[in-house]
């Protein structure tokens, strides 16, 4: 089965610095997505950044980016020049190419002091 | 990306009773999900719906306790029965969606709340 393990239940960042949560997971399929999904208090789920497992490149949106190391099975988010908006709930996930369903991890609450 | 309404946004139950959430898709798409995230904790899926099919459900739900309807291809509801309080959770739908639906978007959700 497959698991997303997030090690980091709280974290938090002072305005403008970088943060970065960790995300492992376990899987024994080679073809598959990552991602990275914020939800904010009382607010909607929303999709932050994707990475295609077969894409050695690591994806990056913005202020947004990721450290995708598939040997290690590790896929951690980098918060560059975090803003007080990026204050939420952080949920790492894992789909297989063969599949539908979504494997997510425990989520981090990030927390960014003015 | 698709535009994803749910209804009602929350709700306070009386155990016992039955809430049917209604989740509403701009565009139509093959696959609907539902999830339920229980206070302070991730989602965990309950059904996978497809239109003209019966909704596949994962393990440890089942369809007496959560039926789900998929008329069209732009909508889709989910019914929590014969509620207890254990069923106060967040209720989420979401849609395939990416070039071979392999992205989810998630609807704002139902919070629901049973006494």
């Known amino acids: 089965a497959q698991t997303v393990t997030q090690s980091q239940p709280e974290m938090s960042v002072q305005e403008a610095e970088t943060v970065t949560l960790s995300c492992t997971y376990d899987t024994s399929e080679s073809d598959y997505y990552l991602f990275w999904y914020k939800q904010p208090p009382s607010r909607q789920m929303i999709l932050v950044i994707r990475?295609?497992?077969?894409?050695?490149q690591n994806a990056t949106e913005n202020r947004f980016s990721v450290n995708f190391q598939k040997a290690a099975k590790s896929f951690s988010l980098k918060i560059s020049d975090s803003q007080l908006g990026d204050a939420a709930m952080y949920f790492c996930a894992c789909k297989m190419n063969t599949g539908n369903q979504f494997y997510f991890g425990t989520g981090t609450s990030l927390t960014v002091i003015p | 990306s698709a535009v994803i309404s749910q209804k009602p946004s929350r709700d306070i139950c009386q155990r016992g009773t039955s809430l049917t959430i209604q989740c509403q898709v701009d565009s139509q798409v093959t696959m609907m999900f539902w999830y339920r995230q229980q206070p302070g904790q991730s989602l965990t899926l309950i059904a996978t719906a497809n239109q003209g099919s019966e909704a596949t459900y994962e393990s440890g739900f089942v369809i007496d306790k959560f039926p789900i309807s998929r008329p069209n291809l732009t909508f889709s509801t989910l019914t929590v029965s014969n509620m207890s309080p254990e069923d106060s959770s967040i209720y989420l739908c979401?849609?395939?969606?990416?070039?071979?639906?392999?992205?989810?978007?998630f609807g704002p959700g139902t919070r629901l709340l049973v006494l």
């Open positions: 979401s849609v395939g969606g990416g070039l071979i639906w392999e992205t989810q978007y």
């Open positions: 990475q295609e497992a077969y894409k050695q």
